[in-house]
């Protein structure tokens, strides 16, 4: 199973009577570190050499497991072997999940944007890449026979590729919550979407699950896989997820983000402040509202002189706050009025 999002609940896993439902881990308190529960090993963490890290998946053994980075770059541990990443190739989308071919020899990696790139025996077998979306992709599931695979939404929509059947989403259905992660059941015929809210929304044959609110932790956990038996799980932690929300509008594409921390007026004549965000008005007119994954709702209340074409700068309070940002690629949609 392969969790993504901001959200991860434990309870999930108890939808098998193996399983056993378990607070988020205390210790997970730094970004990019993977927490075992249970009967879980604890294998390796790419820590901060993970830029941002986003999805987690275990090899069929059990003792090992891949994380992927919104840079693309993938991290190995265990009997993991590497077949290859997106690192340090240009990006039309960041990276915001993975999924592992049921032979653990290969993996998929999905984009943002819809896009999906595949290693070792992984096969590729269509994408949303280049297609308009309504909502950014945020997570993939592959199929049990590894012959296909679903992509997920943050509005609940759901693509099915190659033998992976579509069994419903939450697309259209009126909810405001934000999805997070897709999960497949055991024999394929159905799957679980999971929104920010930490509710597990089941369809076909995926059983329905109680879910209560998600744990607190001083770092969110952004993608889980379990142990082949049930009896454990991994989590890995990631950066801060943006507030949950509904995403709407037109998809801008992929901007390069960067981020100031100076006071003072903006061009719009008003004080920077945290929903502020600095843009090239040829491309996003001062005044228009947005949607950064991963960071949330902005509005286009400044310029500057480097902040051209495909280029966003967001203001935070600290320096610190901003090196540690450094620069990042992120999808971008437009927010209804």
């Given amino acids: 199973m392969v969790f993504s999002g901001a959200a991860f609940m434990p309870s999930l896993f108890a939808a098998s009577p193996a399983a056993a439902a378990a607070p988020t881990s205390p210790w997970l308190g730094e970004v990019g570190q993977v927490g075992a529960v249970g009967a879980a090993s604890a294998l390796g963490a790419p820590g901060a050499a993970a830029h941002q890290p986003v999805g987690l998946a275990r090899t069929p053994s059990g003792h090992g497991y891949w994380v992927a980075a919104a840079d693309g770059g993938v991290f190995s541990f265990g009997d993991a072997a590497f077949y290859g990443s997106m690192g340090g190739l240009a990006l039309n989308s960041p990276i915001v999940g993975m999924a592992a071919s049921p032979s653990g020899h290969g993996y998929w990696l999905v984009a943002a944007d819809g896009g999906v790139f595949s290693f070792g025996d992984a096969a590729f077998y269509g994408s949303m890449g280049g297609r308009p979306l309504n909502s950014p992709i945020v997570a993939a599931a592959a199929s049990p026979s590894g012959h296909g695979y679903w992509l997920a939404a943050a509005d609940g929509g759901v693509f099915s590729f190659g033998d992976a059947p579509f069994r419903g989403s939450l697309s259209g259905q009126g909810t405001a919550a934000h999805v ?82 100076l006071g003072g007026i903006t061009a719009s004549a008003v004080h920077v402040r945290s929903n502020v965000v600095a843009t090239d008005p040829r491309v996003i007119p001062l005044g228009t509202t947005i949607w950064i994954d991963g960071i949330g709702e902005r509005t286009a209340l400044d310029t500057g002189g480097a902040i051209k074409g495909n280029r966003l700068d967001v203001w935070m309070p600290t320096y610190s706050q901003c090196a540690d940002w450094g620069r990042q690629t992120r999808a971008v949609n437009l927010v209804a009025p």
Avoid: K, M, Q
């Avoid at 889980?224 to 950066?239: D, M, R």
């Fill in 180 to 261: 997070t992660s897709i999960t497949a059941s055991d024999r394929g015929a159905g799957y679980w979407l999971t929104d920010a809210t930490g509710a597990i929304h089941a369809f076909g044959t995926a059983r329905p699950v109680t879910s209560p609110p998600a744990a607190p932790a001083t770092t969110p956990v952004v993608a889980a896989a379990a142990t082949p038996s049930g009896n454990g799980y991994w989590e890995l932690t990631g950066a801060p997820a943006a507030p949950a929300g509904p995403v709407v509008g037109a998809s801008l594409g992929a901007f390069s983000v960067t981020c100031y921390d």
